[in-house]
């Protein structure tokens, strides 16, 4: 597992960079076919998912900097605002990418008097294929979303080919609670972190996954606004309830926390798991009002009596 996709000289291509767009463009196609089936404005969708894109990456990269302080503390300025700035290595939040493609929609949507949610229930399998791409990223980096370590049997002993994985894992971390160092051992003369751990990336893609095919059933239903809050719904539930209950992050509220070689590797709560909250409770509110709505609007079909 190499974080490099390719190098040439100094200049490298991230095989994270590389997914993540291969996700997207995925999404793109798809977006662009479902807007011309239902009739919409198909080019100004595609100017849409540009600007997405661009204020999505905004959004993702602030709120990871916001969210992962610890990462850059200790960093000499002018250089941490490179490190900022520098996506080639990953770090970014799905949940700010969200937002900054939910606040380009709404702009456009006000600017061009359109139903906002006609054109954002396209962008839900688009979303799904990023998560997909960008997780897959996160494995070939190697230390990007890594899980705590667990003794249950789904622990995962990561090679020793992922030397990126390895090297991050085994530096000291001044938080006690994500210090692994005391996991890793010298084996053929490398450092390594023997440790098993839940191996939290390969959950996030099945979760990516699992949300593409669920976009599909959720799409058939011509309700503006179903595909989009079930999207919320459901994200928001898999990411915090499975993924982010497993992942070695800093916990904001410590409410739980066992992990070790004799633990299932658990830790409640995580900034994620505390935006969850909210959204999900947001996302049942807005479903219940859909489905009411629609009951109202379907038409009722006059009984003609017979003579």
């Known amino acids: 597992m190499d974080p490099v996709f390719l190098q040439i000289g100094n200049f490298t291509i991230a095989w994270y960079g590389v997914l993540m767009m291969l996700g997207i463009a995925a999404g793109y196609w798809l977006g ?5 089936e239902r009739g919409l404005n198909a080019d100004l969708f595609e100017r849409m998912i540009l ?4 204020w999505g990456f905004v959004g993702a990269r602030l709120v990871f900097v916001l969210t992962s302080w610890h990462i ?3 960093i000499p300025f002018p250089r941490v605002l490179l490190d900022i700035v520098n996506l080639r ?4 939040s799905i949940h700010g990418g969200l937002i900054g493609g939910v606040l380009t929609l709404i702009y456009f ?3 061009y008097r359109l139903n906002f949610y006609q ?4 962008a839900v399998p688009g979303v799904a294929f990023g998560i997909i791409g960008g997780r897959l990223g996160n494995i070939m980096n190697g230390t990007d979303t890594v899980g705590r370590v667990t003794g249950w049997p ?9 030397r990126a994985f390895h090297e991050g894992m085994c530096r000291p971390n001044p938080n006690p609670d994500m210090d692994l160092s005391k996991y890793c051992h010298e084996v053929g003369g490398q450092i390594m972190m023997t440790a098993p751990v839940h191996f939290t990336q390969l959950y996030g893609v099945i979760i990516g996954i699992i949300l593409a095919v669920a976009s599909y059933f959720w799409l058939k239903s011509r309700v503006p606004g179903w595909a989009f809050w079930q999207f919320w719904l459901w994200y928001s539930i898999l990411r915090a309830g499975w993924e982010e209950t497993f992942r070695l992050n800093p916990l904001t509220i410590k409410t739980y926390l066992n992990q070790g070689l004799d633990a299932p590797g658990i830790g409640l709560w995580t900034d994620t798991q505390i935006f969850s909250v909210p959204l999900i409770l947001v996302s049942l509110w ?8 629609r009951q109202v609007t379907v038409p009722t079909v006059p009984v003609q009596s017979q003579s």
């Open 286 to 293: 807005m479903l219940w009002r859909l489905r009411q709505r």
């Open 154 to 162: 789904i622990g995962y002993h990561w090679p020793a080919s992922a």
């Open 109 to 111: 949507a006000r600017r």
């Open 32 to 36: 662009l076919k479902l807007a011309r």
């Open 51 to 54: 600007w997405m894109l661009f």
């Open 72 to 74: 850059f503390e200790g």
């Open 89 to 92: 290595n990953g770090g970014i």
């Open 119 to 122: 054109y954002a229930d396209l």
